[in-house]
């Protein structure tokens, strides 16, 4: 008797110690959701100068793509003429124009009349 009554004291510490946890690990993630509330911190403004402000730094980033595409071209083109490779000389060309293009992607967007 006495051996089965050790099991089940361990058996209830085992669930005790398994709910303790739970409880705790509930408490802490409560705890920690109070506590690293932000408030959001709305303007007053328009919602039309966010959007505006979101499409330009949108398209610095589009520009930044093309001024490395562009950087990497002028690099492929320097090493084909030091190589004498034709098709790398092609490639570094395109490159470069597809640089200029994604740069000045806003630019030939609002000259074509769609922004």
């Not at 398209?59 to 790398?88: N, R, T, Y």
Request: aromatic letters at 6%.
């Amino acid at each position: 008797m006495k051996r089965n009554s050790d099991t089940r004291n361990s058996l209830d510490q085992r669930r005790t110690g398994r709910a303790r946890r739970f409880y705790f690990s509930v408490a802490l993630a409560v705890g920690l959701c109070a506590a690293l509330t932000v408030p959001a911190l709305a303007a007053d403004s328009d919602p039309l100068t966010i959007v505006n402000n979101l499409s330009e730094f949108i398209f610095s980033c589009i520009k930044a793509i093309g001024v490395i595409v562009l950087g990497w071209g002028i690099v492929q083109l320097g090493m084909s003429v030091q190589s004498h490779d034709a098709s790398q000389r092609t490639q570094g060309i395109l490159c470069i124009f597809g640089g200029l293009i994604i740069a000045f992607a806003k630019e030939i967007l609002a000259a074509i009349g769609v922004m």
